[in-house]
């Protein structure tokens, strides 16, 4: 079974509109931690943020925000007012920290801000 | 260093050949990891090291893959007999810790076998 679903393949919106990108996880670990990394079309994989299992405080950052709620196992990332270099492919990822220090890696989204 | 760096960039090979694929960790971060990613798909785990050992191979497509680590720093993957399939960007990472901290990504190598 996947550790990490990332429903969406692709998401096209016009610049400006907000976009919700979902990350679902599964682990029975009670100590985990959530990643977002972006990849743009140049390629190199560039981190974002990284969330501990226990602190499900929403994280805002310029016009990124994140929200993690362990009730529905999902770490969803926003972006607000969206702009062309926001295109790329986004991962969201899990590691845990009893069962193994591998990361697992959802499929991506990939995310297309027409302008 | 400044940031995880992995030469070559490109390599372009023949199939049946060897390749090995060079990956220079941040200064200090004890997890090392290799990645591969076809085109257009996700991230393929291969191998973990944990200083100089790897706890976890479980990733390895074949037995034509292995790699190592030295000095808790430099680390090489070599593909043996290389095949057509093995063509994908070949992605090294490093963390201060395993799990509990971010990973940071090299450039990647593009691996092409004709």
């Known amino acids: 079974a996947q550790k990490v679903t990332q429903a969406q393949t692709e998401i096209s919106v016009v610049e400006k509109e907000d976009v919700t990108l979902d990350c679902v996880y599964e682990?029975?670990?009670?100590?985990?931690?959530l990643f977002w990394y972006k990849q743009p079309p140049s390629g190199e994989l560039v981190f974002l943020i990284r969330?501990?299992?226990?602190?499900?405080q929403n994280e805002i950052s310029g016009r990124y925000s994140w929200n993690f709620q362990k009730s529905t196992s999902s770490f969803n990332f926003t972006i607000t007012a969206s702009q062309v270099v926001d295109s790329a492919v986004y991962f969201c990822a899990l590691s845990e920290a009893m069962t193994g220090n591998q990361f697992y890696f959802g499929t991506g989204t990939s995310l297309t801000v027409i302008p | 260093g400044a940031g995880v760096s992995q030469s070559p960039s490109n390599k372009v090979t023949e199939k049946g050949k060897d390749v090995e694929l060079r990956c220079d960790p941040i200064s200090g971060h004890t997890a090392l990891y290799w990645y591969r990613q076809r085109l257009g798909q996700g991230l393929e785990f291969l191998i973990y090291f944990q200083g100089n050992s790897a706890p976890d191979k479980s990733g390895l497509p074949s037995d034509r893959f292995s790699a190592e680590r030295t000095g808790e720093s430099v680390s090489t993957l070599t593909i043996q007999r290389t095949q057509q399939e093995d063509s994908a960007v070949y992605l090294c990472?490093?963390?201060?810790?395993?799990?509990?901290?971010?990973?940071?990504f090299g450039p990647g190598t593009r691996l092409t076998v004709l």
């Open positions: 682990t029975r670990d009670t100590t985990y931690y």
């Open positions: 969330r501990n299992s226990f602190d499900e």
């Open positions: 990472a490093s963390s201060l810790y395993p799990a509990v901290n971010e990973q940071f």
